[in-house]
């Protein structure tokens, strides 16, 4: 069963408005949420990350909120670039610093 | 610096074959990971090794095989290939064993990975 689920598979926004894109788990032994950004023949890079004892983290244009009783994982991008434009996938870090565990991705496009 | 970086970038190879996958981490790094991205889907853990001994073991069959340095480079196996095991092998270093470090901000750095087609 799927520990970590991206119900969409694609979002599409236009520049300067909000991007959001949600990312939700089932098993609740989660230490850190990560979201790697990847480009066409890329290998995913880090884009931000937040700790299970935190709600909200921001970066920039970027911020990642966390509900831990809803299990639901965020990632805000304001405002939306077209270089924004990739595939996102949320990681999670068990506890006991086992192995990331990814989403599937959702691809997003920031139109001009 | 140089990043993670991955050898070769694309490989074809037919059923039955044997493959060799190669990665050398970021300089520094001890710690490397290799995962398996199908289309379509996530990427997902194969194994970690850390001071050149296997940390970590995903759902991978015994065709999965792989090894670490003492330059801390490593290289993946896969025997017998089958036509599933086409996908993007990705390798990923971090400075120290784990996935993020301990204040969360080591993540994994990823290479650009090695697209594997199977005939």
């Known amino acids: 069963d799927q520990q970590v689920k991206q119900n969409s598979p694609s979002l599409s926004v236009q520049e300067g408005r909000i991007s959001i894109l949600n990312c939700d788990y089932t098993n609740s032994m989660f230490d850190y949420f990560l979201w790697y950004k990847k480009y066409p023949a890329e290998g995913p890079t880090f884009l931000i990350s937040?700790?299970?004892?935190?709600d909200k983290n921001e970066d920039g244009r970027f911020t990642v909120f966390l509900n831990k009783s809803a299990k639901h994982l965020s990632l805000h991008i304001v405002p939306s670039q077209p270089g924004d434009s990739a595939v996102y996938f949320c990681?999670?870090?068990?506890?006991?610093?086992?192995?990331?565990?990814f989403g599937k991705g959702t691809r997003l496009s920031v139109i001009a | 610096d140089a990043g993670v970086t991955q050898s070769p970038t694309h490989l074809i190879k037919t059923r039955g074959q044997q493959v060799t996958l190669r990665c050398s981490p970021i300089s520094g790094h001890k710690s490397v990971s290799w995962y398996q991205q199908v289309l379509g889907q996530g990427p997902q853990f194969i194994f970690q090794y850390y001071e050149k001994e296997e940390r970590g073991r995903g759902n991978f069959p015994d065709r999965f095989s792989a090894r670490q340095f003492p330059n801390y480079s490593s290289e993946l196996n896969v025997n017998a290939l089958l036509l599933g095991d086409s996908a993007l092998y990705l390798c990923a270093s971090t400075l120290a064993l784990g996935a993020v470090g301990q204040g969360g901000d080591q993540p994994q750095h990823f290479g650009d990975g090695t697209r594997l087609s199977i005939l």
């Open positions: 937040i700790s299970s004892i935190k």
């Open positions: 990681a999670l870090l068990p506890s006991g610093n086992t192995p990331l565990v």
